[in-house]
């Protein structure tokens, strides 16, 4: 896990503080020791704003996904460049 830490610089997570699933990935990433910031959902950007499941989760490449990750996933996700981009409804 440590590499994976190193790897991150910063995620982003579009979500809100009632959000069960926002929350939980926002336990994940500090557990795991992961960079991240979280960002009211109403504040993501254009190129987000067609989506409305929370959370919204942007790794540094750039690859969004939508939803719930489990810790194992979660880490998988943050591995991923910006071509792998899924979930986006």
Known sequence: MKHLI???LMV???????????TAVVNELT???VPFKE??????????QGISMMP???NDYGAV?????DKAALAD??????????DIA
């Open 6 to 8: 190193s790897m991150c």
């Open 12 to 22: 982003i997570v579009y979500g809100s503080s009632w959000c069960g699933y926002c």
């Open 31 to 33: 557990e795991m020791g």
């Open 39 to 48: 960002v009211p959902h109403d504040q993501r950007p254009a190129s987000l």
């Open 56 to 58: 919204i989760i942007v």
């Open 65 to 69: 996904h939508t939803g719930y990750l």
């Open 77 to 86: 996700f943050l591995k991923r460049g910006a071509g792998s981009n899924e």
